[in-house]
Nanobody, 122 residues
């Protein structure tokens, strides 16, 4: 089992920045790719981005490319989602997830956090 806890969400103005953290415990964190997803009210849970187990490779949804950055610190068992130039349409609950494969598909991920709310509004 891997337990994931997100933190760092909140209210931010358009154009602002937030950094989300995803702290992992349980099985070896460095064995897992870490994905980030988000879900707005009434919508599907959408892929945001993913980082591979070593941290050497990242992939992003087109909607966040150039604005969001995923990183990880395997020594601290933590993954991060740095979000810059935030827009109102980024408002959602953000989830981190751990899986054995690098993928944009939700079904690949075995473990999920509880989510953290991000609201972008003036």
């Amino acid at each position: 089992q891997v337990q994931l806890v997100e933190s760092g969400g909140g209210l931010v103005q358009p154009g602002g920045s937030l950094r989300l953290s995803c702290a992992a415990s349980g099985r070896t964190f460095s064995n897992y790719a870490m994905g980030w997803f988000r879900q707005a009210p009434g919508r599907e849970r959408d892929f945001v981005g993913v980082i591979n187990s070593s941290g050497m490779n990242t992939y992003y949804a087109d909607s966040v490319k150039g604005r969001f950055t995923i990183s990880r610190d395997n020594a601290k068992n933590t993954a991060y989602l740095q979000m810059n130039t935030l827009k109102p349409e980024d408002t959602a609950v953000y989830y981190c997830a751990a899986g054995r494969l690098v993928s944009s598909g939700r079904g690949v991920y075995d473990y999920w956090g509880q989510g953290t709310q991000v609201t972008v509004s003036s």
